[in-house]
């Protein structure tokens, strides 16, 4: 199956990208997603976070407090590599579920960290990177979640840089404060055309 990974800083606009693909019927596969939803209520991680971190991080609708949880782990890596140590093998598995099902000629999937992952372990077939310039980012996060400069700024520093990215990408979708949604959803059709074929190229045979 021949598998595209989608990645870009916070709010370089994967989200945005991959629903233009999605539009196209791409499976999309989104490591964030499904974080999410094994730390909603009834989520399979909940359990096992309850009891390594304690019923004080679970919010009352049986979801993790992720304010009390995002407070902790900022501040204390032994505690951020715990729960790691329990969302990351659920993640993955999901994940591979979701890859193993997906139909269509590729599929995507979107991590925000695979460059500092290192792509090979991801297993994917080609890097799609969402490029824009830092202070757009920040703009957007701002907009978006209401954060503080400072505390997008620390995120953003926690991520790998610009360079990196763009070092490690096979295609490039550039999403500054100029590109309009017209031009991206103009970029992603060029793109998923490409996909189709690559992937097809990928499944024959070599005679
Ligand atoms: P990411 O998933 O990489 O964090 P998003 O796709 O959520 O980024 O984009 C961040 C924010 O910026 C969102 O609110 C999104 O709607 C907005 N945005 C992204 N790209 C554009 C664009 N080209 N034009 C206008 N708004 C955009």
Redesign the pocket.
Known sequence: MFSIGLT??????????ADMFAAHGVAIIDSDVIAHRITAPGGVAMPLIESAFGPEFVAADGSMDRAKMRARVFTDPAAKAQLESITHPLIRAESERQRSEAPGAYHIVVV?LLIEAGARARHVDRILV?DCPVETQIE??I??NGFEREQVEAIIARQATREARLAAADDVVV?DCA???EK?QREVDVLHGRYIEMAARASKPRS
Do not use: C, D
């Open positions: 870009g800083g916070i709010g370089s606009g994967k989200t945005t990208v925000p969402v957007r996060v907009q978006r999403n590109a309009t949604l991206l």
